[in-house]
Every structure is written in structure tokens, then in C-alpha cells.
């Protein structure tokens, strides 16, 4: 099975970077992916990595190590509107077909 | 209106009451998905289908019931609805076993 694991919470200031880590463990991975949740809503994806290396997209990078079963998602230049939860997900082709597995997100809060 | 919709937005049900949550997709998505959200422990896999009339269990079934005879729509049924029950329900439907899945804005389902 999986075991996904991030921090629970974290903080960060206005216009500074922060990085959110992601370990897993799994037996078949097929992907990771890193979902944004704002409250009583609904995740929107943001990422996707399936090799090793880094993907940017604007103001988010994700990066993912697959030896080490480790990946982070990459904030720059925060704004007040990037306070929301991030959840990690991974695909297993061993686990639950095509479906997400996801960690239990971290709780990002972007202060002034 | 494209996408993926869920309803209700909204239920408050009985101890023992069987309820149904609806989920709605115009994309022609083969995978669909139903997750339950809640505080300590995240996206949970509730059932996911691969196409029309292909169910499968994922992490917590038990109480729940699915069904996909169109490929557009994919219900959930608590067949006696319990308080551990309540929580956030989230569907969400994918196109292939390679890409992101994409959520709808979910259920709030109290039960008392």
C-alpha cells in the first residue's frame, strides 16, 4: 500500500518562497500530483510529475526523486491568495487502478 | 453546463435513512471516483469505476454503495446512513489512467 506524508501545517510571509515536502512509499508508482484546496472547496489540480526532475508552471514548481520516493511543491513569490491546503497524491498501478492516493495535505497560511 | 457536478450541495439525513449523492460529468470521462474529506485524515478513496458497469472497492467501502450504468453519471448510495458517515463527499472523473482527475464541489452530508 501507500504511506504519503507531509506537514500538517506551515506558515510563510507575503512574497517569500516556501516548499512543501512529500514522502511516499509505494509498490507500483505511476505519477505524483499536487492538488490546491482552498476552504469548502474543491482541489484544483496544480502539478504532475511521473520522472525525476523538476516542472515549473509560473509562480509553482514541483520536483520529484523517485529513488528517494520523495517530491516538493514550490511556491515563489507568495501572495495572501496561496493560502489554502496542498494534498499530495500518488498513482499506483498496484493499488486502486488508476485512482489518486492522497497524503492528508498541508495547511499553508501566507501572512502580510 | 460542462464539467462535473455534484448534488446535492447540501444533506441533512437521518440515523438509518438510505441517501443518494449524484455525480455528473460531460466530459465522456472513462474513470470515475468518490472520495470522503475529513479533518485528521484527508481525501479518503470511497469506490472508483474504470468505465460504465466496472465498479471497484478502494481504501473505505463499507456502508457504501455504487453503481455506473451511463458513463456520464456515477452515484453514490449510503444504504443506512450512520454518524461516522458525515463528512465532505467529493467525485471526480479522469480520462485516462495518465492524467489528472478533476473534482466536482463536492457534498456536505450531516447525519444526526
Known amino acids: 500500500g501507500q504511506n504519503i506524508d507531509q506537514p500538517t501545517e506551515m506558515t510563510a510571509t507575503e512574497g517569500a518562497i516556501v516548499q512543501i515536502n512529500c514522502t511516499y512509499q509505494t509498490s507500483g508508482f505511476n505519477g505524483l500530483f499536487w492538488y490546491q484546496q482552498h476552504a469548502g472547496e474543491a482541489p484544483t489540480f496544480l502539478s504532475y510529475n511521473v520522472l525525476d526532475g523538476l516542472e515549473e508552471k509560473g509562480r509553482f514548481s514541483s520536483f520529484l526523486s523517485r529513488s528517494k520516493g520523495y517530491s516538493y511543491l514550490l511556491l515563489k513569490e507568495l501572495q495572501m491568495k496561496d493560502s489554502a491546503s496542498y494534498l499530495c497524491a500518488v498513482r499506483d498501478r498496484y493499488q486502486a487502478g488508476t485512482a489518486l492516493i492522497f497524503g492528508k495535505g498541508t495547511t499553508l497560511s501566507v501572512s502580510s | 453546463d460542462a464539467g462535473i457536478t455534484q448534488s446535492p450541495r447540501y444533506k441533512i439525513t437521518e440515523t438509518g435513512r438510505q441517501v443518494t449523492l449524484m455525480c455528473h460529468q460531460t466530459?465522456?470521462?472513462?474513470?470515475m471516483f468518490w472520495y470522503r474529506q475529513d479533518l485528521g485524515h484527508g481525501l479518503r478513496l470511497i469506490y472508483y469505476?474504470?468505465?460504465?458497469?466496472?465498479?471497484d472497492k478502494g481504501e473505505v467501502p463499507d456502508g457504501y454503495v455504487v453503481s455506473r450504468s451511463k458513463t456520464e453519471n456515477f452515484p453514490l448510495t449510503l444504504e443506512s446512513a450512520t454518524r461516522s458517515q458525515t463528512s465532505v463527499y467529493f467525485c471526480?472523473?479522469?480520462?485516462?489512467?495518465?492524467?489528472?482527475?478533476?473534482f466536482g464541489q463536492g457534498t456536505r452530508l450531516t447525519v444526526v
Open positions: 469505476s474504470a468505465a460504465a458497469d466496472i465498479t
Open positions: 466530459w465522456s470521462h472513462s474513470y
Open positions: 471526480a472523473s479522469g480520462p485516462n489512467s495518465n492524467t489528472e482527475a478533476f
